[in-house]
Every structure is written in C-alpha cells, then in structure tokens.
Nanobody, 119 residues
C-alpha cells in the first residue's frame, strides 16, 4: 500500500520560513504528478502547489507565488515545499498528495502537518 507522510510543520512568526517534507514508501517523486494542498479551519481544502515531473512544470496558487517553492529529490523519494515570507493567512494543515497514474486524480494523501503563522 502506497503511503505518504508529511513533516516540517510548526509555529513561526509572520515573515518567517518553513520547509515541509513529504516522504513516500514507493517511488513517487519523479513519476506521477504530486502536489501540496492546505485546509484552514472552517474552509475547504485548496490547492497550493503542484509539480508535473515529465513536463518539468510547476504550478502555484496565486496567493503563494513568489513565496513558496515546490521541489523534489528522487534519491530520497521526498517532495518539499519551501515556504518563505509566511503570512498569518497561510495558517492551515498542509497535505502532500500524489496521483496514481498519468492524468488521474490525486489518489494518495498524507495525514497532514500543521503550519501556524503568528502575527
């Protein structure tokens, strides 16, 4: 069974940085599309950043462009989300996800890691 697990969340002041990691027990990094999502209290889960390995293309939601960077290390089978200049509105549970096949939906999800940004 494919599993993914996030880490790296925490409490940080506005303007600070965090680097989230997502490790899987299967070779996902470099294979199927992967992404980061987040869910704030009382809100729906939203897409934050994604990577299409074959196309070498990354996408970001507008609110994080220029501040967040998604990347991966195939040798470590780890997906990262570098978050800089964090804002209180970035506070949420962050989830890592991977698609199960090309063109398919996000099928594998982690349990999430809490990010709290204080003002």
């Amino acid at each position: 069974q494919i599993q993914v697990e996030e880490s790296g969340g925490g409490v940080v002041q506005a303007g600070g940085s965090l680097n989230l990691s997502c490790v899987s027990n299967e070779r996902l990094v470099g294979s199927y599309d992967m992404g980061w999502f987040r869910q704030a209290p009382g809100k729906e889960r939203e897409f934050v950043a994604g990577v299409a390995w074959l196309e070498r293309r990354t996408t970001y939601t507008d609110s994080v462009k220029g501040r967040f960077t998604i990347s991966g290390d195939e040798t470590k089978n780890t997906l990262y989300l570098q978050m800089n200049n964090l804002k209180p509105e970035d506070t949420a549970v962050y989830y890592c996800a991977s698609k199960g096949y090309y063109g398919g939906p996000y099928a594998y999800w982690g349990q999430g890691t809490q990010v709290t940004v204080s003002s």
